[in-house]
């Protein structure tokens, strides 16, 4: 069965954004702790001005890359787009397609940094977990076990890091890139790799929470000078006194939680750090009756105190953030939405980048046949919004 999955695909260590996985059966708390399992930061550039100024009105047509897209990245004005098959493509911003390289592997997730592009690929992943090999053996392929560095300027693989954890993150500080994940069935883990060296130190050897009560971590981004580590909890909605939200000071490594207004039946798709506030996109797993109804939560970074609380869309899966506003995919509206993130206030109808699911259509998680918008960032004066069951690109200008 083909169900949603959230990854970081970032060019920015501030936000998160999807891509689509194979799923495991089961019943309803266990499909809902699936799906907060692999909820995840990933996808856009963020940062600029709050107040929008001229904004992009038109989609243009989609355009194949030559793959499924599972994580974009943006250099030098140019788009990387990463595929599921290992192959890696450049796009200029007249849309011209270039191949960049191949690896024999799967990759997702991405982001630039210190001259490089990371990128998660999968693998076997942690095999310590026995119920996942037993439900679905296919599943453990798709975890995200080890990271990729590859050389911007000729495609070559700098460095790899193997069989850290499953399911890890991505994010990037002026001085290291930072991973989080599971090991060993395990959640909480965070790691540091040291760019100069290529060495991946354990900051974090797991929070020893497990079960019911366990939050996985689902958004990894850098907020400040610090990195928040944010999470879903296996059985949505998260109990009372969950904790969802922990800060990384990376100058000691220590770990604080902080006490952040979010909803307890939120289920979180993306997060964007902007101007000392952190938006995050979701929607209430419980209650949401025939579809899903999606709503963007903003809260203070320093004081986790809400800000804004706005219903829009079906399904958020996307954030990014430029001076024009900040702009939300919706898997099954097919639109992207721009707010002003000064007021939160949707400032003009949504664009049509995809199709839209079917109102009279009861949700079904593992649908696969409408073009979802997922992953969103920007180059220049373009947006661009995958498609994830077409396999496309979409401009906005």
Same mark, same amino acid.
């Given at each position: 069965m083909t169900g949603i999955r959230f990854l970081r695909t970032s060019t920015d260590p501030t936000t998160i954004s999807m891509s689509t996985r194979t799923a495991h059966p089961g019943s309803r708390r266990r499909r809902c702790g699936t799906l907060a399992v692999l909820l995840a930061l990933a996808a856009g550039g963020c940062g600029g001005p709050a107040a929008p100024a001229a904004v992009p009105?038109?989609?243009?047509?989609p355009l194949s890359t030559g793959g499924t897209p599972t994580g974009l990245a943006v250099h030098d004005d140019d788009l990387l787009v990463v595929h599921d098959d290992g192959s890696i493509v450049r796009v200029t911003s007249d849309g011209q397609v270039a191949p960049f390289t191949d690896r024999p592997d799967q990759l997702t997730s991405s982001?630039?940094?210190?001259?490089?592009?990371?990128?998660?690929?999968?693998?076997?992943?942690?095999? %310590?977990?026995?119920?996942?090999?037993?439900s679905d053996e296919a599943w453990v392929s798709f975890r995200l076990d080890g990271i990729v560095r590859i050389d911007l300027d000729d495609g070559a693989t700098q460095a790899t890091f193997d069989d850290l954890g499953a399911d890890l993150l991505l994010a990037a500080t002026d001085d290291a890139v930072w991973l989080a994940g599971e090991h060993a069935g395990e959640q909480g883990w965070v790691w540091r790799i040291d760019p100069d060296t290529d060495r991946a130190t354990v900051i974090q050897a797991g929070d020893g929470v497990r079960g019911d009560l366990a939050v996985r971590t689902s958004v990894l981004?850098?907020?400040?000078?610090?990195?928040?580590?944010?999470?879903?909890?296996?059985?949505?909605?998260?109990?009372?006194?969950?904790?969802?939200?922990?800060?990384?000071?990376?100058?000691?490594?220590?770990? %604080?939680?902080?006490?952040?207004?979010?909803?307890?039946?939120?289920?979180?798709?993306?997060a964007v750090a902007l101007d000392g506030q952190v938006w995050f996109a979701g929607f209430p797993i419980e209650g949401t009756g025939h579809q899903p109804e999606g709503l963007l939560v903003a809260v203070e970074a320093t004081s986790g105190?809400?800000?804004?609380?706005?219903?829009?869309?079906?399904?958020?899966?996307?954030? $990014?953030?430029?001076?024009?506003?900040?702009?939300?995919?919706?898997?099954?509206?097919?639109?992207? $939405?721009?707010?002003?993130p000064a007021?939160?206030?949707?400032?003009?109808?949504p664009i049509v980048v995809g199709d839209a699911y079917p109102d009279d259509d009861v949700f079904d998680w593992y649908r696969n046949d409408y073009a979802c918008p997922g992953t969103v960032v920007h180059t220049g004066d373009t947006i661009w919004v995958a498609l994830v069951h077409e396999g496309t690109l979409v401009p906005v200008r």
């Open positions: 009105d038109e989609a243009g047509t982001l630039v940094a210190f001259g490089s592009l990371w990128t998660a690929r999968t693998g076997t992943g942690d095999t %310590a977990d026995p119920e996942h090999l037993e981004l850098a907020v400040d000078d610090d990195l928040w580590l944010v999470g879903n909890c296996d059985a949505m909605p998260c109990p009372a006194g969950a904790e969802r939200v922990h800060v990384l000071d990376p100058s000691s490594g220590e770990v %604080a939680s902080l006490d952040v207004a979010l909803p307890d039946d939120l289920l979180l798709s993306s105190e809400l800000v804004h609380r706005i219903e829009v869309g079906r399904l958020p899966t996307g954030l $990014t953030a430029t001076s024009a506003g900040l702009w939300m995919t919706d898997c099954l509206g097919g639109t992207l $939405t721009r707010v002003n007021d939160g206030v949707v400032l003009e109808p």
